[in-house]
């Protein structure tokens, strides 16, 4: 049955035309110049995805491509997976939303027993015990920062107030997390608005200023300086573990997420995660903060929580932090947050499924092996001349473009050289989106050895194409 209004065009060029001109006319796309959508390029035209099944989009042509950025880092199993669509449809003969405020609901209380199950966990370590549950990566970390900060109020130490965050960080686009973020070209314009917080350089190897071999050492001094320092005004340190996504699959070097939480233990300040981008197997392992035995104060989650087929997020905490808010009603010690759709009924249903996709397909390992295909065709892409660096934590990679490799000098903004790659690729049926002079390959943990070996290929012609055609 078709869910398009009486009128729609039957035939699917007329149908292509009709949805081109009404999305044009009324949807305002997120992070798009929406002048450049309206008059695209030959080659850039919008495409609209229509349907999609495994790891391949099909669009309202009848074109197909491989989604090699897991519909924006989100899907883990592939689409149409029969485990999730049948979770979401036995849900539904339930009931489609209830809320958490002051309601109880079985798909929200079953996840969060599974997720504190699963959650880092490592001996001598606090243990995240509980979830308040949001709706999206942003607001998970908007409810990580607002409990960090109420946390030490209750705690009677309200001069530990302010955050540290990483130079280039990106937690997501609320005001909270923009404040959190450092990327100039998307919060630069809202500076009046923010918060301050503590800055301490992201450890970015390829261009860290005094060479790759410094980076671990100083970008970790840099930051345990400013905890040691100034520990007694600090609430919470937060930081993306192992690979900064968005910024352009930063890759930290081994061994700095360690030293951060050590520093943080030691100086009584908080640590947050956030797994947004990395939970739930992109790295290798389910949380990247295992790799580094590490167990954050609070950990974000949101992305692939849901195996990438809702808007559900979670933030979870550990029993001392959540005790602090505990007193009589009149105390007013409560966590005065929610959010209308808070641990959707359909979301945590699609979720307990993709969880149990993981124990039952072991998702974990064929993924880790599918990385491992990808790292060898990586060889030959890191060998053309005009990639400065490849990065890779499993299934997260990043591809970064220089103008000249010898001086990492960078394309210039308006070549959108990553874009131009990326169209190339639509060219040979991949669907990739940059960042920046990066291209991004995150595909879904579920894709196969032949959808890997077609990838690389297409990835490396696309460069080849675009940066010495
Ligand atoms: C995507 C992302 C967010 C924001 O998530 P949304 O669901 O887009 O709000 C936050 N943190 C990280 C690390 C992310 O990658």
């Known amino acids: 049955m078709s869910t398009e209004p009486p009128g729609a065009p039957e035939d699917s060029q007329s149908r292509h035309d009709w949805l081109t001109s009404l999305d044009r006319a009324h949807v305002w796309h997120p992070f798009t110049q929406m002048q450049t959508w309206l008059e695209p390029l030959p080659g850039d035209e919008p495409v609209i995805i229509d349907q999609a099944r495994g790891c391949w989009l099909f669009d309202t042509k009848g074109r197909k491509y491989l989604d090699a950025i897991s519909s924006l880092?989100?899907?883990?199993?592939?689409?149409?997976?029969?485990?999730?669509?049948?979770?979401?449809?036995?849900?539904?003969?339930?009931?489609?939303?209830?809320?958490?405020?002051?309601?109880?609901?079985?798909?929200?209380?079953?996840?969060?027993?599974?997720?504190?199950?699963?959650?880092?966990?490592?001996?001598?370590?606090?243990?995240?015990?509980?979830?308040?549950y949001s709706d999206s990566g942003s607001t998970a970390v908007e409810v990580a920062l607002k409990i960090?900060?109420?946390?030490?109020?209750?705690?009677?130490?309200?001069?530990?107030?302010?955050?540290?965050?990483?130079?280039?960080?990106?937690?997501?686009?609320?005001?909270?997390?923009?404040?959190?973020?450092?990327?100039?070209?998307?919060?630069?314009?809202?500076?009046?608005?923010l918060f301050d917080v503590l800055r301490v350089p992201t450890p970015y190897v390829y261009r860290w200023p005094t060479g790759a071999r410094h980076c671990l050492e100083a970008s970790a001094l840099a930051a345990e300086a400013i905890i040691a320092g100034r520990h007694e005004e600090i609430a919470a340190f937060i930081l993306a573990p192992l690979v900064q996504g968005a910024a352009g699959i930063i890759t930290h070097p081994p061994g700095y997420l360690r030293r951060i939480a050590k520093a943080c233990r030691d100086y009584g300040v908080?640590?947050?995660?956030?797994?947004?981008?990395?939970?739930?197997?992109?790295?290798?392992?389910?949380?990247?903060?295992?790799?580094?035995?590490?167990?954050?104060?609070?950990?974000?989650?949101?992305?692939?929580?849901?195996?990438?087929?809702?808007?559900?997020?979670a933030t979870l905490v550990t029993d001392e932090i959540y005790?602090?808010?505990?007193?009589?009603?009149?105390?007013?010690?409560?966590?005065?947050?929610?959010?209308?759709?808070?641990?959707?009924?359909?979301?945590?249903?699609?979720?307990?499924?993709?969880?149990?996709?993981?124990?039952?397909?072991?998702?974990l390992e064929h993924g880790w092996q599918m990385a491992q295909r990808l790292e060898k065709g990586l060889k030959e892409i890191a060998k053309l001349e005009h990639v400065g660096d490849v990065r890779q934590r499993g299934l997260m990679i990043g591809i970064e473009l220089v103008k000249d490799r010898r001086s990492k000098e960078e394309y210039p903004y308006e070549d959108r050289i990553g874009h131009r790659v990326c169209l190339a690729g639509r060219k040979r049926e991949i669907m990739l989106r940059p960042l920046g002079s990066v291209i991004v390959i995150l595909p879904p943990l579920s894709i196969n050895a032949a959808e890997v070996d077609l990838l690389t290929e297409a990835v490396r012609d696309s460069i080849r194409e675009v940066t010495e055609g």
């Open 148 to 193: 960090a900060f109420q946390h030490w109020r209750l705690r009677g130490k309200p001069k530990k107030a302010k955050f540290v965050a990483l130079g280039e960080a990106y937690h997501g686009d609320t005001i909270g997390a923009v404040s959190v973020g450092g990327m100039d070209i998307f919060h630069q314009i809202f500076h009046p608005l």
């Open 270 to 313: 908080l640590l947050v995660c956030d797994e947004v981008a990395t939970g739930f197997g992109r790295t290798g392992s389910l949380f990247a903060c295992e790799q580094e035995r590490v167990v954050p104060d609070i950990l974000c989650l949101a992305k692939g929580l849901s195996g990438g087929y809702l808007p559900l997020a």
């Open 73 to 132: 880092w989100v899907n883990v199993h592939g689409h149409r997976k029969p485990e999730i669509d049948r979770a979401i449809k036995l849900q539904l003969e339930y009931v489609g939303h209830t809320t958490l405020l002051g309601l109880a609901s079985p798909p929200s209380i079953e996840l969060a027993a599974q997720l504190v199950q699963r959650a880092p966990r490592f001996e001598g370590q606090p243990v995240l015990n509980k979830v308040f």
């Open 323 to 363: 005790e602090s808010f505990l007193g009589p009603f009149e105390s007013k010690r409560t966590f005065f947050h929610g959010h209308s759709y808070t641990g959707n009924p359909l979301g945590c249903a699609a979720a307990l499924a993709s969880l149990r996709i993981f124990d039952e397909e072991n998702a």
